[in-house]
């Protein structure tokens, strides 16, 4: 509960015992770095300080009342993860001012589990987001005047959407959406929102190098990996024809000769 703390290079092992959480924090200005949360009977990580920072995260094999990982404070940052294999949701930033950026969440099971359930005036950009119970990424709070950022996100495979925001937002201009790739997402890519600028949806197959094993670089094979390589933001930044951006769309970057 200090503010101000640090917490990295630790191993948190609930061992299944009935109640155990990984971290459960309340203080401002944390900052978590390089932990494995696994085999928690409670969400692997609990929380609801603001300005708190997670890095280099792993949580696994941990159930929850709702999510794996509940944080409900403002101004999260949450990057560069792997959330997986939880029988729970994999991820929720309940409140606004987040930052969801870099992770892969997949696998997170129940017919009731999505990838990452987010809030109003965030961000999620750069994910892999894998087959999930239900939708990929869900948006049930986005309202009128608030805005939520989301580009080069890879949503697949997942039980539900791959996007799904609850209802028709009467201004759908709060809402930016552009430059994700989507691949048999069983009740489509997308609920309550159109197309944006840059999406790529594969229908020829799998896109992955070997999803089974955890692998989620981008295959080479035409129609599929080929084509979310290089078309992700940015491309040209606004005002300059040169140079040109090459990124791939999700989490890794392909390597070329």
Not at 64 to 81: D, M, N, P, W
Not at 100 to 126: L, R
Not at 128 to 150: E, H, K, P, Q, W
């Amino acid at each position: 509960s200090n503010n101000g703390g640090r917490l990295e290079n630790f191993i948190l092992d609930g061992n299944s015992v009935a109640g155990t959480s990984g971290i459960s924090y309340s203080g401002y200005r944390v900052t978590f770095s390089n932990i494995k949360v696994l085999n928690c009977a409670n969400e692997g990580i609990t929380g609801a300080g603001v300005l708190a920072t997670f890095s280099q995260m792993e949580v696994t094999a941990c159930a929850g009342t709702t999510y794996s990982v509940a944080l409900t404070g403002e101004g999260i940052i949450f990057r560069h993860s792997w959330i997986h294999d939880n029988t729970k949701s994999g991820v929720n930033l309940s409140n606004r001012m987040s930052w969801f950026i870099g992770n892969i969440v997949s696998n997170n099971t129940g017919a009731s589990s999505d990838g990452v359930t987010m809030n109003i005036e965030s961000e999620c950009s750069g994910n892999t987001i894998y087959g999930n119970g239900r939708d990929g990424l869900s948006l049930s709070a986005v309202t009128v005047g608030r805005t939520f950022n989301c580009m080069n996100n890879i949503f697949a495979k997942n039980g539900g959407y791959g996007i799904n925001i609850a209802s028709v937002l009467p201004y759908p201009g709060s809402v930016l959406f552009r430059y994700n790739g989507f691949w048999s997402n069983t009740s489509g890519s997308y609920n309550n929102i159109i197309a944006g600028v840059g999406d790529v949806t594969v229908t020829d197959g799998d896109p992955f190098t070997n999803a089974a094993g955890n692998d989620f670089s981008l295959n080479s094979t035409a129609l599929r990996g080929a084509l979310l390589r290089s078309v992700g933001f940015p491309g040209a930044l606004p005002g300059l024809a040169s140079p040109l951006g090459y990124a791939d769309i999700g989490v890794y970057r392909h390597q070329d000769p």
